[in-house]
């Protein structure tokens, strides 16, 4: 199984290799081909479309085609100056340089296809679309420097001559290309400053091939060894040669750039300007050079500085608080010990600007080798692990040193990574136990384990033997990981218990404590859901006594009402016809602004007025003093005002649950049950309001017709 695996993963990577020989389309087939005939590359390979190969430029074709192009580019950097400036260099050496300049000419245009045919990211999408890459390509000025650098003006030569490769002067115009593989490099290497200063150096080290040849250029414009400064007369066998001729000219060059060494006076004005420019040039680079090699050496600093903490912080304040000096030892020891074994403590800091994704990746390659060995953790889904990864905080003890103390208040647990340690009697000596690599303690004072009888305290001293490795974890980051996975939690418990059994610090009737405990709190749950369904209950009760009752005193208010106002009117009822009428319409008022208050019982109250009306002039039919009639008609009027008003505020205090009711009657309705809701307690009072009316309508009928006959 192990074998086919390794085989399948190897195959896969030639295929991811292949993918980008054979282009998009090809790869889909060329997958299927590779698995089927061995052959089938050779015959994929004929089939290729090239015209449709697209790059990807995070792949790693395109970064080894970057390099690749970095060799043309610095060729013609460097040997077009030179061949131009030493004719001799030039034309000793014409068939290599013509080869090679039609070679880098070659791998330009090829660099012009690749751009090309090189996919681009939209909205983090490949584009890989070659209409769309050919627009993007033609329409940038990318592409009018790249063509610029390889217009043919070799033809020159007819003109000039083979002796004067300046005409190739465009070819340095591809320098961008050789910054973006400079910069992809940089990014991509395990050793970005080395590499920065080896950068910096070829940089400068072509600065002054380039000076070096203008030197000699110039010294043969002005003459050579026509003066001290001048490049020695070249007729001087010592002189004649081209090695010699180039490495005296770099000499000199690098003479003046670094500021080092005398370099002869100059003595005409060409030499004057010369050396000024050279010299301008010169702080430029020394200032780069310095400013370079500083921010190295910082950033070097820096990473020690976020890898290990900063030991001479820490000896200053140790010197000043006058600490022991068997204390400082310690603290030196525990420096050097994460010095020289290279221990990093602050790594959760470091990977603090990953994306969390990353930062589980690398947390679980770097720690679930030490993870898989705790026994606990073995059996563990890997989410958990995944998970505990995170939440790990390394931290180191020196030998002899105590991690923590019987009694103390657990906050956290410990997972040993590396060391020895021993659980020691208080007597420090006695040890009941030693521990190793892969092994945990601190769990139980920090799990609530039913029937322990320490609580929260450490029931054991640990002490780490020699230095000693370990990976902590907060009680809270426990807690979290542990209410996810119930089954990691018992199997920790477990451990606990058996731990605490064995010391006789579990309290036998723990369990069934527990147990008790558990079924009182059930009783309790239960009893408080009882208890609020009854005060639900209550109140509904409640809110409907107080509606009925509101109702049947404004009823029996408004009964008053009339009556009085039948009293008053009997005796004008003879004398004057309209003014009767018009107090019976007074009254008809006042009794349709109760009706207003009486909900859905406008009929019955009508029928009833009319009836209590009949009923008023029957009984009565005794005189009612004229004066009394209007001030008992307004008192009434007033009293029934307050009434309505009580009951108006009474009923402020029942709105929400009114309201409650008749949401759920509104509710139900939309659910299509037009049975009343649990809210529907106003509509039933209606609808017995409605039943009482019409019953004592009856009566009323029954009794006149009685009181008639
Ligand atoms: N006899 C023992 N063997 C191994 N580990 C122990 C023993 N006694 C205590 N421990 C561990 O030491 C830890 C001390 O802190 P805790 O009580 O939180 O949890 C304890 C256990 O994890």
Redo the contacts with the bound molecule.
Sequence with gaps: MDKTGEVSIRSNQWQRVLRWHLGQKANEEGEDGVKDEGNTYLGLKLKVNWKELVVDPAEQFYYVWLQVMILPIVYNWVIIILRTCFTAIALNYLPVWLTLDYLSDLMYITDMIITLHTGYLDQGILIKDLTQLRKRYLHSKHFLRDLASLLPTDFLYFAFGIETPLVRINRLLRLPRLNEALDRMETRTSYPNTFRISKLMIYIFVLIHWNACLYFALSNYIGFGSDRWVYPNVTNAQFASMRRQYFYCFWFSAQIFTTVGDTPLPSREEEYLFMIADLLIAVLVFASIVGNVGNVITSLRDRDNVFFPNHELVKAYLRSHHISKELRQRIDNWYQHLHINKKIMRENEILQQLPVHMRTEIAVSVHLPTLSKVTIFQSCEKSLLEELVLKLTPQVFSPGEYV?R?GDV?HE?YIIKEGKLA?VADDGVTE??V?SEGN???????LNIKGNK?GN????N?RSIGYSDLFSLSKEDLTDVLSEFPAAKRHLEEK?RQ?LT??GMLEESGEAAEGEAEKVETKIKRLESNLEVLQTKLARLMVEFESSNRKMRARVEQLELEVAALETQLPEDGDEGDGALGREEGVGGEVEWEREEAEGEEEEEEGLNIKVKKQGRGEDGNDVPKEGDGESTKSTKEDAERIVERDKSGLKGTDNWEKKKKDDGETNRERGDDRPGKGDGAEIELENGKKENSESRESEEKRQEEEDS
């Design positions: 923590c019987k657990g647990m659980v009941f136990a521990l945990f303690f601190g769990e139980i004072s920090i320490s305290r450490r029931t054991a640990i606990g731990i064995k010391m």
